[in-house]
């Protein structure tokens, strides 16, 4: 386990760091801040024209494969390990991700794939391809759905004392259900799914924020400040904090919004929109739905109730209604994440071969390690995701940068609507 943990900090050193904000931050300078300068243009593209359901229905997909419980455990993860001030780094990862995820967006759409095609597009071969297949499926099952099983298996356990097994094996079964039925039964149930559990969870923590409405501003102050604190302390352990909070903040962030992993690539390719840009501005709003929504009012409920946990701040505000409402937000946000990532990794077997045989292995495979990650050791398995999520950034940036051109062109153009 010790190895392991020395192997993510490796993962997620520096050089990963850099390559992450700079490449999103080279994108959102080269392109004019695209996500400030065309917000019109963005939301009338998306929330503007829901009636193109094949647009909103792959962007549904990526998002719920996104908003999982890493927006609750994982931000109460980010705050244990790195402070307050990690969340600070989790808003700044996240506005330079946006256009990140807007690039894997419009190259699925422009290229017709998941970023295994864009990325062999890029560099005229299929090593670096294969190599980001390899780490999608191995961190579908991790982060994609052995944590979120977990994290559905131990809160329903700790608060009505459900044996995680049961909500593993529900989740499995659910899973199954949908993945046997096809790609088309993964988005429909998305686009129905992922909107209802977002707004419910939402709106289930705005009652807690009003219950603690006080300390709400405090909260704030703690999250900018402390980002910044350890340097007012003097000394070489500060500049230990600091970067224990910024790497903790860009990849618990990067677990929840996934921008720069390439993974929503898979969901946006199925998309029938025409124009790249178009469903490059879903990109955008998956990020900000995800991580500057949602997660900073996960963060917000955790701070402003010092319980230090989503369920403490839920029973104070609610009681038993809370800890119901708790336990059945994890549950669906669990089971779109799950779903979401064996979506990608199908996508990902597929470019590998196509024999059938192997999709239904990695299914069969895949439904039972739900049932194993319900009780599994949660340490383990969060060391084996940072790592491989770690590992599919690389390629996909690397093929970002490589095909960076047309992106910045592309956002340059007249725009088609």
């Given at each position: 386990?010790?190895?392991?943990?020395?192997?993510?900090?490796?993962?997620?050193?520096?050089?990963?760091?850099?390559?992450?904000?700079?490449?999103?931050?080279?994108?959102?300078?080269?392109?004019?801040?695209?996500?400030?300068?065309?917000?019109?243009?963005?939301?009338?593209?998306?929330?503007?024209?829901?009636r193109n359901k094949s647009a909103f229905a792959a962007a549904a997909t990526a998002l719920g494969a996104t908003v999982g419980t890493g927006?609750?455990?994982?931000?109460?993860?980010?705050?244990?390990?790195?402070?307050?001030?990690?969340?600070?780094?989790?808003?700044?990862?996240?506005?330079?991700?946006?256009?990140?995820?807007?690039?894997?967006?419009?190259?699925?759409?422009?290229?017709?794939?998941?970023?295994?095609?864009?990325?062999?597009?890029?560099?005229?071969?299929?090593?670096?391809?294969?190599?980001?297949?390899?780490?999608?499926?191995?961190?579908?099952?991790?982060?994609?759905?052995?944590?979120?099983?977990?994290?559905?298996?131990?809160?329903?356990?700790?608060?009505?004392?459900?044996?995680?097994?049961?909500?593993?094996?529900?989740?499995?079964?659910?899973?199954?259900?949908?993945?046997?039925?096809?790609?088309?039964?993964?988005?429909?149930?998305?686009?129905?799914?992922?909107?209802?559990?977002?707004?419910?969870?939402?709106?289930?923590?705005?009652?807690?924020?009003?219950?603690?409405?006080?300390?709400?501003?405090?909260?704030?102050?703690?999250?900018?400040?402390?980002?910044?604190?350890?340097?007012?302390?003097?000394?070489?352990?500060?500049?230990?904090?600091?970067?224990?909070?910024?790497?903790?903040?860009?990849?618990?962030?990067?677990?929840?919004?996934?921008?720069?992993?390439?993974?929503?690539?898979?969901?946006?390719?199925?998309?029938?929109?025409?124009?790249?840009?178009?469903?490059?501005?879903?990109?955008?709003?998956?990020?900000?739905?995800?991580?500057?929504?949602?997660?900073?009012?996960?963060?917000?409920?955790?701070?402003?109730?010092?319980?230090?946990?989503?369920?403490?701040?839920?029973?104070?505000?609610?009681?038993?209604?809370?800890?119901?409402?708790?336990?059945?937000?994890?549950?669906?946000?669990?089971?779109?994440?799950?779903?979401?990532?064996?979506?990608?990794?199908?996508?990902?077997?597929?470019?590998?071969?196509?024999?059938?045989?192997?999709?239904?292995?990695?299914?069969?495979?895949?439904?039972?390690?739900?049932?194993?990650?319900?009780?599994?050791?949660?340490?383990?398995?969060?060391?084996?995701?940072?790592?491989?999520?770690?590992?599919?950034?690389?390629?996909?940036?690397?093929?970002?940068?490589?095909?960076?051109?047309?992106?910045?062109?592309?956002?340059?153009?007249?725009?088609?609507?």
């Amino acid at each position: 386990m010790h190895s392991l943990s020395y192997v993510s900090k490796i993962v997620w050193g520096p050089a990963l760091l850099l390559l992450v904000l700079g490449t999103g931050a080279f994108l959102t300078v080269s392109t004019g801040f695209f996500p400030l300068r065309k917000i019109g243009f963005i939301i009338k593209n998306t929330f503007g024209r829901m009636r193109n359901k094949s647009a909103f229905a792959a962007a549904a997909t990526a998002l719920g494969a996104t908003v999982g419980t890493g927006n609750i455990i994982g931000v109460a993860a980010a705050i244990a390990l790195g402070g307050p001030g990690a969340v600070f780094w989790m808003w700044c990862g996240a506005f330079l991700g946006m256009m990140l995820k807007f690039a894997e967006a419009a190259l699925a759409v422009r290229y017709k794939g998941s970023a295994a095609v864009y990325i062999e597009k890029a560099f005229g071969g299929k090593t670096l391809s294969v190599i980001w297949c390899a780490c999608c499926i191995l961190a579908s099952f991790g982060g994609g759905n052995m944590i979120q099983t977990n994290a559905a298996g131990t809160i329903w356990k700790d608060t009505f004392g459900v044996p995680p097994i049961a909500i593993g094996a529900a989740v499995a079964l659910l899973t199954a259900a949908v993945l046997f039925r096809g790609a088309k039964a993964v988005v429909n149930i998305s686009s129905l799914l992922v909107p209802f559990m977002a707004v419910l969870y939402v709106f289930g923590c705005i009652g807690v924020l009003f219950v603690f409405r006080q300390n709400i501003i405090p909260a704030f102050n703690s999250i900018v400040f402390s980002a910044f604190e350890p340097f007012a302390l003097g000394g070489g352990i500060t500049g230990i904090f600091v970067s224990e909070a910024l790497r903790t903040g860009i990849s618990k962030g990067t677990f929840t919004h996934e921008a720069g992993m390439g993974s929503a690539s898979a969901a946006h390719a199925e998309s029938k929109e025409k124009n790249p840009v178009v469903q490059g501005c879903w990109g955008i709003v998956e990020v900000f739905a995800d991580t500057i929504l949602v997660c900073t009012i996960t963060a917000l409920v955790i701070l402003s109730s010092k319980e230090n946990s989503c369920e403490g701040a839920f029973h104070f505000a609610y009681g038993f209604f809370g800890d119901a409402f708790l336990c059945i937000s994890m549950f669906l946000f669990a089971l779109a994440a799950v779903i979401g990532w064996a979506f990608y990794g199908e996508k990902a077997i597929g470019y590998m071969t196509e024999n059938p045989l192997a999709k239904n292995i990695y299914r069969a495979v895949f439904c039972f390690a739900a049932i194993i990650g319900s009780f599994a050791k949660l340490p383990f398995v969060w060391c084996i995701t940072d790592i491989f999520n770690g590992l599919m950034i690389f390629p996909n940036l690397a093929a970002i940068i490589a095909l960076s051109p047309e992106i910045i062109r592309i956002t340059k153009e007249k725009p088609a609507r």
